[in-house]
């Protein structure tokens, strides 16, 4: 379980107790004070990952990345589901900016589909 330590919203000894109530959980701390997902730094988000996974796996370097910020962020907001209607007003842009973000992202990536865009954006560490 991966918890910001200055969490404001779920304070880090919560956190804690709930990974010990889970059989086989392990507790990890990252820095930082949101309780969003961890958009704002995925590197470190990796290396616990790649930790708790005992995984050799490069960390991602900062702008390795072929989508602008923004792309990435729609990105994410299409894996969780939403569609561009609901993320145009999730980041208070049009639908049309949207579909455009989308039809970069689909474009930079190769693909065709957003689930096959998700899903490469995945396996290649970009969301």
């Known amino acids: 379980m991966l918890h ?3 969490d404001r919203t779920v304070p880090v000894s919560h956190g804690r107790e709930v990974a010990s109530l889970l059989p086989n959980a392990r507790f990890a701390t990252l ?16 290396r616990a990952l790649a930790g708790f996974l005992g995984s050799d796996l490069p960390v991602p370097q900062e702008n390795s ?6 792309e990435v962020e729609v990105l994410r907001l299409v894996a969780a589901g939403l569609s561009n209607r609901e993320i145009a007003a999730s980041l208070h842009l049009s639908e049309h900016t949207v579909h455009r973000h989308v039809a970069n992202v689909l474009r930079k990536l190769g693909q065709s589909s957003r689930a096959a865009a ?10």
Do not use: K, M, N
Request: glycine letters at 12%.
């Open 65 to 70: 990345s072929p989508l602008t910020r923004r």
């Open 4 to 6: 910001r330590r200055g």
């Open 118 to 127: 998700v899903g490469q954006a995945t396996r290649a560490g970009l969301i």
């Open 31 to 46: 820095a930082g004070d949101s309780h969003l997902p961890y958009a704002d730094d995925q590197r470190e988000l990796h």
